[in-house]
C-alpha cells in the first residue's frame, strides 16, 4: 500500500511513521509541502494521502479537486488545533477524515487509514454501482424509445416511473407537460378508460400478464389500441411495479373491418358465382385466426414482425383479384339484366345477343382467373401457417432424403445446366420431420432458380450436411447472383419479393424460416454478396422429440 504523508513537522512525522512501522505491506513517503505532494502524486497515484491542514506553502486540503467525482484517492486532514468550523470546511470539500493532533491520535493513524480506506472503498463501489445504474437506465431508456408503440412502467398507485418518448409526446398532447415521473397515471393521460385501473389491480392480484384491445379517444379521433401489462416482481416475489406497451392497431381494425364488408358484399352480389370464393373466404377467416394465435407468440417473443402488418399483407394481396372478380361480375350482371330485358320485351337483336356472349365469356373469362389467383394466395398463406398435418419426428438417412428431394425437382432442373452437388456422409442420421426438410430445400433450391439464376444458363449449388454432439447443420450455396444489401434485411419477411410484377408471392423464405425456427426449433441466417452467389446456414437440434 502506498501512503503520501505530508507533515512539515518532523516530530509529528516521526510519530505516525513510527505507527506504521509494523505494517509491512505500508510504504510511506513523506514530504513537508504541498508542491512536493502534488509532485509526488502526480509520479504515482497513492492509495491514501494524510495530510496537515497548515503547510509552509499552502492548505493541505488544497490537494482536494474542486469536484469530488475528480478524487482519485483517499486524504485524511490532521490539525494541531480543533474548531467545528476548520473540520465541517475539510469534510465538505472532500476530505474521508478530520484528525486533531496528539499522541493518541497520531499513534493510532494506521487504525485510522483503515477506516477511511474502508470508507473509500465504499465510496468507490457506490459509484460504480451509481454508474452503472445509470449507464442500465441510460439502455433502457435508449431501447425503449426505439419501440414503435407508448411504453411506460408504473408502481402499484399508478404513479409514472419510467417512460419512452411516445408517452411522453401522448401526455403532451394531452396538456401535461414537463417530467412525468410521479405523475398519477390518469394525471397524465386522462383520456385512458377508468377500467384500466381494474386491469392493474388484476394484474398486481394475479402476478400474470395481460392484453387487452380498447378504442380510446385520442387527439380528436377514436384510436383502436392493444395494450399488454406485464408484472415486475421485487425480492419478496411481490408485483411492484407493472410495466405497460400499447400499440396503434387502427389499421388492422380498419383492415378487418374492410376484409368483413367486401366479403358481405361479395355474398349478395354474385351470390350464383361465389361457391369457390365463399371457400376461400373460409379459409382466409381460418387464417387470421391462426395469425391471432400466433400473434401472441410473436409479441411475447419479439420475433420478426407484428400480426398487423401481416394482416394488412394479406389484405393488400388479395383486394387485387377480388376487387377485379367484383368488378367483372357487377358487369355480367347488369349486361344480362339489359339483354333479359330486351328479350322479354321482344326487342333483342342478334348482333346484341352476339356481343352479349361475347361479352359474358370474357367476363367469365375474368372472374374466373381472378378467384383462381385469390385461392393460389389463400394456399400459399396455409403454408405459410404451418398446416403440416401428423406428421411425427422420426429418424431417417438425411443423404438419401435429400437425393430424393432432388429427384422430385428434377423436372425443374432438367430444364436447365444447373448442378446440385451434395456432400453428407452417406451412414449420417438424424431424428426430425421429413416433411419438413422436404418443404425446407424445395423452397431454397426454387429460390435459386427463380432469383440466384435469373440470367444465368449454368449455376451451381452445393449442400453441405454435417454434425456434432447435439446439432446437425446445413449449409446451402448458390453461385447466383447473389442478394443486395438493402434486400438482405427483408428476405425473411412476408410478402418480400423483388418480382411483384412476376405475380411472387414473397412467401417462400418467411415459409423457410417459420419452419426452421419453429417446427425444427433451429435458427437460419443467409449470407450473400452480389455477384458471388447466397448462402443460407441452418442449425438445428440432432434430435427432436
Known amino acids: 500500500m502506498h501512503i503520501v504523508l505530508v507533515e512539515d513537522e518532523e516530530g509529528h512525522a516521526e510519530l505516525i511513521r513510527h505507527a506504521f512501522r509494523s505494517r509491512a505491506s505500508v510504504t510511506l513517503h513523506t514530504v513537508s509541502t504541498l508542491q512536493e505532494a502534488r509532485q509526488t502524486i502526480a ?85 460504480q454501482a451509481q454508474q452503472a445504474l445509470r449507464k442500465s437506465e441510460e439502455l433502457y431508456r435508449t431501447t425503449i424509445n426505439t419501440i414503435d408503440g407508448v411504453v411506460y412502467v408504473v408502481d ?46 388484476q394484474v398486481v392480484t394475479t402476478g400474470k400478464p395481460l392484453i387487452s384491445e380498447k378504442a380510446i379517444p385520442f387527439d380528436q379521433q377514436t384510436v383502436w389500441t392493444e395494450a399488454h401489462k406485464i408484472p415486475i416482481f421485487d425480492e419478496t416475489g411481490e408485483v411492484s411495479r407493472i410495466l405497460t406497451t400499447i400499440f396503434d392497431i387502427t389499421q388492422r381494425k380498419r383492415t378487418e373491418e374492410e376484409i368483413r364488408r367486401l366479403n358481405k358484399e361479395l355474398e349478395s352480389r354474385v351470390e350464383e358465382r361465389t361457391v369457390e370464393l365463399e371457400h376461400a373466404n373460409q379459409e382466409l377467416r381460418h387464417s387470421v385466426d391462426t395469425l391471432e394465435r400466433m400473434q401472441e407468440h410473436l409479441v411475447q417473443a419479439e420475433t420478426m414482425a407484428a400480426l398487423g402488418e401481416l394482416v394488412a399483407g394479406i389484405a393488400h394481396e388479395i383486394n387485387t383479384p377480388v376487387g377485379v372478380g367484383i368488378t367483372a361480375a357487377s358487369h355480367l350482371d347488369l349486361q344480362t339484366r339489359e339483354i333479359a330485358a330486351r328479350y322479354h320485351s321482344q326487342r333483342m337483336k342478334r348482333s346484341q ?39 411425427e419426428a422420426r429418424w431417417f438417412p438425411i443423404k438419401q432424403h435429400l437425393n430424393d428431394i432432388l429427384l422430385s425437382l428434377n423436372p425443374k432442373l432438367a430444364r436447365s445446366q444447373h448442378q446440385v452437388t451434395i456432400h453428407c456422409p452417406d451412414d449420417l442420421a438424424i431424428k426430425s420431420y421429413p416433411g419438413v426438410v422436404t418443404n425446407i430445400l424445395t423452397n431454397l433450391v426454387m ?31 448458390d453461385n447466383g447472383k447473389g442478394i443486395h444489401s438493402e434486400h438482405l434485411a427483408k428476405i425473411f419477411h412476408p410478402f418480400f419479393t423483388t418480382k411483384r410484377f412476376q405475380r411472387q408471392k414473397g412467401l417462400g423464405m418467411h415459409i423457410v424460416y417459420t419452419l426452421v425456427t419453429q417446427k425444427l426449433r433451429g435458427t437460419i441466417e443467409c449470407q450473400s454478396t452480389p455477384g458471388e452467389g447466397t448462402s443460407f446456414r441452418i442449425h438445428a437440434p440432432l434430435q427432436l422429440e
Open 43 to 127: 509520479e504515482s497515484v497513492p492509495d491514501l494521502v494524510i495530510t496537515d491542514l497548515m503547510l509552509p506553502d499552502g492548505r493541505g486540503i488544497d490537494l482536494l479537486p474542486s469536484q469530488r467525482e475528480q478524487l482519485e484517492f483517499p486524504i485524511i486532514v490532521m490539525t494541531s488545533h480543533s474548531g467545528e468550523e476548520v473540520a465541517v470546511e475539510a469534510i465538505k470539500a472532500g476530505a474521508l477524515d478530520y484528525v486533531i493532533k496528539s499522541e493518541v491520535t497520531l499513534a493510532d493513524m494506521p487504525h485510522i487509514a483503515d477506516r477511511a480506506l474502508r470508507e473509500w472503498q465504499y465510496i468507490a463501489e457506490r459509484r
Open 156 to 201: 402499484r398507485e399508478l404513479r409514472c416511473v419510467l417512460y419512452n418518448e411516445k408517452m411522453a409526446q401522448w401526455a403532451f398532447q394531452a396538456g401535461c407537460k414537463g417530467d412525468l415521473t410521479g405523475k398519477e397515471l390518469f394525471e397524465v393521460c386522462p383520456f385512458l378508460p377508468l377500467q384500466i385501473r381494474e386491469e392493474y389491480a
Open 353 to 391: 345477343l352476339e356481343h352479349y356472349l361475347q361479352d359474358a365469356q370474357r367476363s367469365s373469362t375474368l372472374i374466373l382467373k381472378n378467384l383462381q389467383q385469390a385461392a393460389e394466395l389463400i394456399n400459399s398463406f396455409k403454408n405459410l401457417a404451418m398446416h403440416q398435418g401428423d406428421e
Open 447 to 477: 429460390n435459386s432458380l427463380s432469383h440466384g439464376f435469373e440470367d444465368r444458363s449454368k449455376g451451381t449449388i452445393t449442400i453441405e450436411v454435417s454434425i456434432d454432439d447435439t446439432s446437425w447443420h446445413l449449409h446451402y450455396h
